[in-house]
């Protein structure tokens, strides 16, 4: 089946910097990326949506200047947590379909991102 | 995007089969209903999805009745392996949307 693929799979960093979370879709063209939150024993929460050439869409109450998201090409969505606080630690997801009316979607490992 | 509703947590032993059941009163007609696995710390995988009736794959069947209100997972023979969490989305097929809308998902957890 495809394959998405994100890097790195865990971070820690230090409290106010910024941090670059890539996807890629290794066999498949992604027009549309998905960005997700998910914190421990909760379900995951969709951050935004990443479009090839254009602005991302964020979903109500995710910070766009905080979280950017830049989609340069088909196959590659990078998320950057700027300005990373305590509050920001935790697994984000990205996923991607391939694009046929009730086909899956694609899911990254995940990255764990810790702040300290 | 349909809200469902599905048991917090489910306890089994292995080579028990193990259904999970979703309730999806507000599905509209052009909705799917999708089945995703996650273990910890990793990225959500499909399990099945269907419209109507009955869906089966190789690792799974999903049972959906003619109202289509809900929806149940069937997982047959259930080893230590599957112990996950499974979530249960409604909503335009993600090559339509791509945005899934997850709920709290089912715990299962599987004894020896």
């Known amino acids: 089946g495809a394959v998405v693929s994100q890097h790195p799979s865990w971070v820690i960093c230090k409290s106010g910097t910024s941090v670059k979370i890539e996807c890629r879709s290794l066999?498949?063209?992604?027009?549309?990326m998905f960005w997700y939150r998910q914190f421990p024993k909760q379900s995951l929460m969709l951050m935004a949506t990443?479009?090839?050439?254009?602005?991302?869409?964020?979903e109500q109450g995710v910070e766009k200047d905080k979280f950017l998201i830049n989609h340069a090409s088909l196959t590659l969505s990078t998320l950057t947590v700027t300005s990373a606080h305590p509050e920001d630690s935790s697994f984000y997801i990205c996923?991607?379909?391939?694009?046929?009316?009730?086909?899956?979607?694609?899911f990254g490992q995940g990255t764990r991102l810790t702040v300290v | 995007l349909a809200k469902t509703t599905q048991p917090i947590s489910m306890d089994s032993y292995e080579g028990q089969e193990v259904n999970i059941t979703c309730s999806h009163n507000?599905?509209?007609?052009?909705?799917?209903i999708t089945w995703y696995q996650q273990f910890p710390s990793q990225g959500p995988r499909f399990i099945i999805q269907?419209?109507?009736t009955k869906v089966t794959n190789e690792v799974a069947s999903l049972f959906i009745p003619a109202d289509r209100k809900s929806s149940t997972l069937s997982l047959p023979r259930v080893s230590l392996s599957d112990t996950a969490v499974y979530y249960c989305?409604?909503?335009?097929?993600?090559?339509?949307?791509?945005?899934?809308?997850f709920g709290q998902g089912t715990t299962l957890q599987v004894k020896p």
């Open positions: 996923s991607a379909t391939i694009g046929e009316w009730g086909t899956e979607a694609f």
């Open positions: 066999d498949f063209q992604a027009t549309t």
């Open positions: 990443s479009n090839e050439g254009s602005k991302a869409t964020y």
């Open positions: 507000n599905i509209a007609t052009n909705d799917y």
């Open positions: 269907g419209y109507k």
């Open positions: 989305l409604v909503g335009d097929a993600p090559g339509n949307t791509g945005k899934l809308i």
